[in-house]
């Protein structure tokens, strides 16, 4: 005896699992490998057997069912308990990152639902709408991904759906990271000389110097002690950094000690003469005013550098520094006449004169494999992309002197014609 299948009020055969509901809808039902009940809704019968379509790719494909009420915020919260060796200031700032421009809104997305253009969209709404700067973006991006990666390797989702959403979102504004411009040898030359002069600036000389004749990081300089350099066998020690972080709303921020992230960043730098004379003028001026570092960082004490307070020097404070050096600077140039032709300094900030430092090596001919150790790159491949771009503005300026080396040898060989 043949067994009479299921209809809907259409007449049309219900499959297994297919349900007409009294009000007209239509359900799904299935158990899940954990023997686990779900089920799904929809309007119409032909609705109801595309989301069956999904429901069974999941299945085949070990996703999770439950994952039909679950946002990306449930999987961010998880992602906080689970999250393990990243360094206190980091994790902080992920944290912060996702608070601040996830959470509220985007975060509420369920994941079920969730989709690439979705992404795509959503860092768009960053750097369209509320303006923020690819380097913001970016830091949003390292933990959102993770985040979703936790739903891939959880079998909440199939794939991440952020995968290569930041390098589409900077092609398509065409604000990938703008490339960083060294000082010439005449802009640096003018810098130096500017600080070198008796006046307000003149403070600033000895640090400026040191970021501009060692290579090393900002949070490197900054979280510089005494007892990290060597004056009579001129060598610096670089052992860890000084970062400043948020600690989250409630808290505010703070700096902290950070060790390296690689034993590449861990090393000793030989110490320039005028990198020595910095560091003495320094401590002269320090002895005259009778100032002395009155912080301690995670138990580190006793910096180089630190401001009329005796506390250490922040990034941000650096920076605004520079801005007001490069404009009396250039005023003080320009007020001299000449305008014509007049060397004045672009505008800059901290890590320019690393960059700098970088390409007067290139320049020198130094080693590759040197300028790795100095620099503290854990992949000589920075280096050879520093190197190359380098090389190619002076491969550039060395052209254009043997074209006119040329055009000379034409003309005394006309002459003695």
């Known amino acids: 005896m043949a067994v009479e299948r299921r209809k809907d009020t259409k007449n049309r055969v219900l499959k297994e699992g297919e349900y007409q509901r009294a009000n ?3 359900e799904y039902k299935w158990r899940d490998k954990r023997g686990k009940r779900h089920s799904i809704y929809a309007k119409t019968l032909e609705e109801l057997r595309e989301k069956e379509i999904d429901v069974l790719r999941d299945v085949l ?16 919260h998880l992602w906080v308990q689970l999250k393990r060796g990243l360094k206190e200031n980091t994790f902080s700032n992920y944290k912060y990152m996702y ?7 985007f975060g509420e997305t369920l994941i079920s639902e969730l989709k690439r253009s979705d992404v795509r969209a959503f860092y768009n709404y960053l750097a369209d709408e509320q303006h923020l700067k690819a380097n913001t973006i970016d830091n949003i991006h390292t933990v959102l991904h993770q985040v979703l990666e936790l739903g891939v390797e959880d079998d909440y989702l199939r794939y991440n759906p952020s995968d290569n959403a930041l390098k589409e979102l900077r092609k398509a504004h065409n604000n990938g990271s703008p490339k960083r411009r060294a000082l010439t040898i005449p802009e640096q030359n003018l810098f130096e000389e500017f600080l070198s002069e008796q006046g307000q600036y003149h403070k600033w000389y000895p640090i400026f110097v040191v970021l501009l004749w060692t290579g090393m990081r900002v949070g490197e300089i900054t979280g510089l002690r005494w007892c990290d350099i060597d004056l009579e ?6 052992n860890h950094t000084l970062v400043y972080f948020s600690k989250g709303k409630a808290q505010g921020c703070s700096f902290a000690i ?5 034993e590449a960043g861990r090393r000793t730098i030989p110490m320039l003469p005028k990198v020595k004379e910095a560091f003495l003028m320094e401590k002269q001026f320090q002895e005259e005013i009778d100032l002395k570092c009155t912080v301690s960082v995670d138990g580190y004490t006793d910096f180089i550098f630190i401001n009329r307070f005796g506390g250490v020097q922040h990034q941000g404070t650096l920076n605004k520094a520079l801005r007001r050096i490069i404009r009396d600077c250039n005023y003080e140039v320009l007020d001299r006449g000449h305008i014509e032709n007049t060397v004045t300094l672009p505008r800059f900030s901290n890590h320019s004169l690393r960059h700098t430092f ?3 090596m290139c320049e020198a001919g130094v080693n590759i494999k040197a300028m790795q150790d100095i620099l503290g790159h854990a992949d000589a491949e920075t280096t050879m992309d520093i190197y190359a771009e380098a090389t190619k503005d002076l491969k550039r300026s060395e ?3 043997f074209d006119e080396y040329f055009n000379n040898q034409k003309v005394i060989q006309s002459g003695t014609n």
């Open 24 to 26: 007209g809808t239509f």
């Open 99 to 105: 608070t601040q421009f996830v959470e509220g809104d």
């Open 258 to 262: 950070n060790t390296p992230k690689t």
């Open 61 to 76: 494909d070990g996703i999770r069912a439950e994952k039909s009420d679950l946002t990306i915020n449930d999987l961010f």
């Open 233 to 238: 066998n001129e060598t610096i020690s670089v």
């Open 358 to 360: 970088t390409t007067r």
């Open 399 to 401: 052209m254009i002197n």
